[in-house]
C-alpha cells in the first residue's frame, strides 16, 4: 500500500537528484555512471528472468528440442497448451478441475479475509474500546507465525470436525493467515480518511455500521481491491494446506496436482513447463495491475 | 507505528466495538491460539490421529534428540535461516539502494526484476528442478559445452543444500529490495541535501545517512524472514524432497515426514515445539520494536 504522500516524497527526491546528481560531478562520472549502471542492471535481469524464460522455453520447444540445450525454440509449438487444457494427456486429466479447485479457494479466501480484515481493522483505527491493542498485537503475532508450524494440529482440527476434503478447511487456513496483513494496511489506511466525514455523520444520526458501509468502505474501494488481490495470490499459491487437507485429484490445486508430476518414472517437462506457466499468468497480472499498492505495510509501518 | 488514530468513544455503547472485531478474534482464536496451544500439549503425548492423545512426559523430545534425520534437519534449518536470509536481505538491500538512484528505465528494471516474486511458487520451482536435471538439463548442458563433467546437482549433500539456498534467495530477494525501496523513499530528501551543502560525498552519503536510517528496518526485516524461512516447507519438499537419502530435510519437511509418512504426529508436534522459544522471542521483540515507532532510526 503506497504511503500517503510517499509519490510527493518521491517527485521531490527526483527533482533533488536532477540538481545535483552524481551525474553533474565531471565528465569521467558523466561517462561512467550510464555503463556501470546498465551493466548492473542486466546482470541482475539476467539472474532474475532466466528461470522464468527457460520455463515459457521449454513449453514451447517441440519434443525433439526438448533434450537440447538451446536457449531458442527453433520450431515453437503451442500444442501443449491445447494438450493441458484440452486435457488430452494421461497425466493432465484433472486440469481444468484443479483449476476450478485454485479459483475457489482463492476467490473464498480473498472474500472472507476482506470482510474479517475490514470490520477489524476500522475497530482499530477508529474506535476506542479495552483490549483494542492486545487485538492488534495478535495480528501482529499471526502475521509472523508462519502457516507450517501449526499444519498438524490444523490437520487434527480438521479431522475432528469432519472437514479434511472440503474447501472450507482450506479457506479458513489460507484466510487466517492472509487477514493480519490485510488488517495492517487497512488501519493504516483508514487513519488517513479525514474524521471529520465521519463525525459530519455522526451530527446527522448514523450508526457506525451505516459509517462504514456507507462512507468508509467507499472511500478504501481501490486498496480494498489490492488486498483481495493479496489474498486471492496467497491462497493461490498454498501447497502444504492442500497438500495435506486434500486427498485426491479431484481436490487438488493445480501446484499440488503439478507435484503430483514428479512421482512419474519420466516426468514430462515440456507439458508442466507448459501448465505452470498458464498458472502463473493471473498472478503476474495480479501484480502489474496494483504493483504500486503490493509495496509491504511492513515497510509502511516501520519507517514511520 | 501502531495504527491508533483518534477515535470516537461510545461510551456505555463501547461493546458495540467489539462486534467489528469478533470475527478475527474467533479465527485467531480457533485457528492460531488453540492449535499452538494444542500442538504443546501434543508434543508431551503420545499421539496417533484417531486415538486419544495419553501423557507421556519428554519421551517425544529424547525421541527427536535421538534421532540422527531430526537432528540434521536442525542443522540444515540453521543454515537456510542463516545463510539464506543474510545474503538474501544483503542483496535486498544493495539491489535497493541501485534501484533508489535516477537512471533511464529505471521503473522498467524494477517492474522485471519483480518477476520471480509474482510467478507462481510452483512454476518457478518446477522451472529450477528441470535446468537441473543431470542428463537434459540446460546447467549441465552449458557446463559440458566448456568442457566440464556432468554434475548430479540434487544427487549430493552440498550443491543440493546449495540450490535450495539459490532458489530461496531467488524467489523471495524482490519482496525484501520493494521493502527497503519503500524504506529508502521514505527517506527525508533534506538530509541528504544538508548532507550534500556540507560537501559530503555519495559514499559517506550512504555510510552516514542511508545506512543509519535504514538500520531499524533492516533488523526488523532479517528476524522477521528468519521466522518465515524457518518455516518454509515447498523449496526443500519439491526441490528434493529431503534427499539424497534425508539428508536436506528442513524441521518443516521433517515434521511432515513424521506426521503424515509415519503417523507419528506426536513427533512432529515436537518437532515444531523445540522452535517455539525462538519464535516467541523473535515475535515478541519485533512487536516491541515496531511498537517503539521508531524502527527505522
Redesign the interface.
Known sequence: MS?PG?GQ??E???V???E???ATQGGVTRLW??VW??A??TL??V???F??Y??VL?SIKSDGE????S?FPRSPTLQRYLDVIQQKHMLVTHFRRQLLNSTVLSLGTAILTL???T????????????G??A????????Y??????????????M?KYGLVNSYASVI??E??FA?PYC??VL??F??TIP?EI?EAA?VDGAG?LRI?TAIVLPLTAPALVALGMYAFIFA??E??YVL?LMNSNQLFT??VG??WY?NQDSIP?GM??AE??L??IP??I???LF?RY???G??????? | ??????????GRE?W???L??L???S??A???A???L??IY?SFTRYE??VAPRFVGLKNFINLLNDSDYRQSVINSLIYVGIGVNVKLGLALL?AI?LN???R?RSL?Q??????????????L??????L?T??G?LN??LE?VGFGKIQWLGQYSTAMSIILVYHI?KY???WT??????L?????DI??AG?VDGAT?VQLLRWVTLPMIK??YI??TL?SA??T?????TV??MT?GGPGQSTNVV?TV??RF??RFGE?DN??AS?VL??PV?MI??VF??RK?EG?H??Y
Open positions: 504511503h510517499s516524497r518521491e521531490h527526491m527526483q533533488i537528484s536532477r545535483v546528481g552524481p555512471t550510464p549502471t546498465y548492473v542492471a541482475i535481469l539472474c532474475s528472468l528461470p522464468i527457460h520455463m521449454v526438448l533434450a537440447q540445450p536457449l470482510g474479517i480484515s470490520t477489524c481493522a476500522y475497530a482499530i483505527s477508529r474506535l476506542r474500546f479495552p483494542r491493542k487485538i492488534f498485537r495478535a495480528s501482529l503475532f499471526t509472523m507465525v508462519p502457516s507450517s508450524f501449526i499444519v498438524i494440529p490444523f490437520y487434527g482440527l479431522v479458513l487456513a484466510t487466517t487477514t488488517i495492517w488501519s493504516e483508514f487513519k474524521i465521519e455522526i457506525r462504514f493461490w499459491n501447497f502444504l495435506v493445480v501446484p503439478l507435484s514428479l517437462w508442466m513447463m505452470s506457466t498458472f502463473s498472478p503476474i495480479f501484480y502489474y504493483q503490493m509495496v509491504s511492513l515497510a509502511l509501518g516501520a519507517v514511520k | 507505528m501502531m495504527p491508533f488514530g483518534k477515535g470516537a468513544v461510545w463501547a458495540k466495538s467489539y467489528f472485531v470475527p478475527f478474534l479465527i485467531f480457533a485457528f492460531i488453540y492449535p499452538l494444542s500442538e501434543y490421529i484417531g539491489i541501485f538512484r535516477e537512471f528505465g528494471v517492474s522485471l526484476f519483480l518477476l520471480p516474486w509474482a510467478a507462481a511458487t510452483i512454476s518457478s518446477l522451472s529450477f528442478r528441470w535446468m536435471d542428463d537434459y540446460v548442458s552449458l559445452s531467488w530477494l524482490p519482496f520493494l521493502i527497503f525501496l519503500s524504506g523513499k521514505g527517506i527525508p530528501p541528504y541535501e550534500r555519495p531499524g528496518l526488523v526485516c522477521i521466522i518465515w524457518m518455516g518454509d516447507f515447498i519438499y519439491l524432497g518443516a515434521a511432515y506426521a503424515f504426529f512432529a508436534s515444531f522452535l517455539f519464535m523473535i515475535i519485533v512487536i515496531l515507532g524502527a527505522a
